[in-house]
């Protein structure tokens, strides 16, 4: 369907648990957060069931997220279902990679189109005191074998000042001889990213080391109208392509496909606004299906015309899915 601006709204993240198996500075505080009780996150059933709305309103790609969405049980059971939707052409996630070398053949023979690895630097010592967790060996076992496989992958990294940016070159090359994406993207400035003295790196001078190292970056045209808000390159001689996501820099509202629905069942349809709906309530309220899908339509048509990131959000990214 479209909304108020004429935009085509074809693409659902949704996150299946607000649960995390690493601290990331710019994401979650060291101790944790409080954890959303388990009987107000919403089932698979229930997310079933809003995906059949979904698709019924023109949604066409699902992106399960976090959280880690590896730590929901029953992960693969739900992607399965999701693609046996009507209408449901991919079904995508991002996951931080800690359990994908337990999940990855579940995941494909379940039909997972693609995955989004986390991945913000190939250090060791700088994964650790980034992420507070010791999980790298582990992250990298589960991206080998991802590339064994013939899957979609999407590296995404966040360039920081002072933390990994002497590894743009080095993480940019996974694409020169893998089909993989390699994406930059913006720090946002939401939670704890806000609070945590870390510093992003202009998407421009990103480009600019790039092109001195690797040549001139020729622009990849999308492929698809389900393709999200990365700007695509591809230096000569690479295999893979390199994407830039930054949606303060270069902001790319009038091109937005996309709405968000949380663990705990509220639907967001811009990242920096509050407002939305509570589609938990509708689910459990025992109103019919056609009742939601009257709302959810309502509330995608009043999708905001752009971003406004200098109002405060209560949302934090682990809630709504990064």
């Not at 509050?274 to 309502?298: P, Q, T, Y």
Request: hydrophobic share 40%.
């Amino acid at each position: 369907m479209k909304d108020q601006y004429g935009r085509e709204i074809n693409y659902a993240r949704i996150s299946v648990t607000d649960r995390c198996n690493l601290r990331c500075r710019y994401c979650m505080p060291e101790c944790g957060v409080k954890k959303i009780p388990h009987a107000e996150i919403l089932t698979l059933e229930e997310i079933l069931r809003v995906g059949k709305i979904f698709s019924r309103l023109g949604i066409k790609k699902i992106r399960l997220t976090g959280g880690e969405p590896l730590l929901r049980k029953n992960l693969p059971t739900l992607i399965r279902e999701l693609k046996n939707i009507s209408g449901i052409e991919q079904v995508t996630l991002t996951t931080n990679g800690v359990l994908l070398k337990n999940f990855a053949p579940e995941l494909i023979a379940a039909g997972l189109d693609g995955i989004n690895l986390s991945l913000d630097t190939l250090d060791e010592k700088i994964f650790e005191q980034l992420t507070r967790r010791k999980f790298f060996k582990e992250i990298i076992s589960g991206l080998e074998i991802l590339l064994r496989e013939n899957l979609a992958i999407k590296i995404n990294c966040v360039p920081l000042r002072g933390v990994n940016d002497r590894e743009i070159l080095e993480l940019a090359t996974l694409a020169e001889k893998n089909f993989i994406k390699v994406r930059f993207i913006e720090l946002m400035p939401i939670g704890c990213a806000i609070n945590s003295g870390l510093r992003g790196i202009p998407t421009a001078e990103i480009f600019s080391e790039l092109e001195k190292k690797f040549g001139e970056l020729i622009p990849v045209h999308k492929k698809n109208s389900l393709q999200g808000p990365a700007k695509y390159f591809q230096p000569k001689n690479f295999i893979g392509e390199i994407g830039f996501i930054d949606a303060l820099e270069h902001k790319f509202c009038g091109e937005c496909n996309r709405i968000r629905l949380t663990a705990e069942g509220f639907l967001k349809t811009c990242l920096s606004f509050d407002n939305g709906l509570d589609v938990r309530n509708l689910l459990r309220s025992g109103v019919a299906d056609e009742k939601i899908l009257a709302e959810i339509r309502e509330t995608i048509y009043r999708k905001p015309r752009e971003h406004n990131f200098g109002c405060s959000t209560n949302f934090q990214m682990y809630q709504v899915g990064g």
